[in-house]
């Protein structure tokens, strides 16, 4: 199974874009999904989560900003970015952890200018 993100880009300060990942085929045992993203020389970092049970989890800095969906028939998740600001700049990765494992997608780059 391989996981695609789609939907970034360059966006102005205030603007909005939502992200899509996409996985190639059916995972079992999914316990959630999430999104991370990393700039160029730091770490990945942990920006929203959806639980089997939806629950969601964000970082502080995208409470409010940002939100997180899924849809189980396309196998597809969503992340709803509003309000972007420049510090919203990175790749963002995907992720989804399954009982067999781990599987992460390409990621996207979304550029927010000021």
């Known amino acids: 199974v391989q996981l695609q993100a789609f939907g970034g880009g360059l966006v102005q300060a205030g603007g909005s874009l939502r992200l899509s990942c996409a996985a190639s085929?059916?995972?079992?045992?999914?316990?959630?999904t999430g999104w991370y993203r990393q700039v160029a020389g730091k770490r990945r970092e942990f920006v929203a989560a959806l639980t089997s049970g939806g629950n969601t989890n964000y970082t502080d800095s995208v409470k409010g900003r940002f939100t997180i969906s899924r849809d189980n028939a396309k196998n597809t998740v969503y992340l709803r970015m509003n309000s972007l600001k420049p510090e919203d700049t990175a790749v963002y990765y995907c992720?989804?952890?399954?009982?067999?494992?781990?599987?992460w997608g390409k990621g996207t780059l979304v550029t927010v200018s000021s």
């Open positions: 992720n989804i952890d399954s009982l067999g494992g781990s599987y």
């Open positions: 085929g059916s995972i079992f045992g999914i316990t959630s």
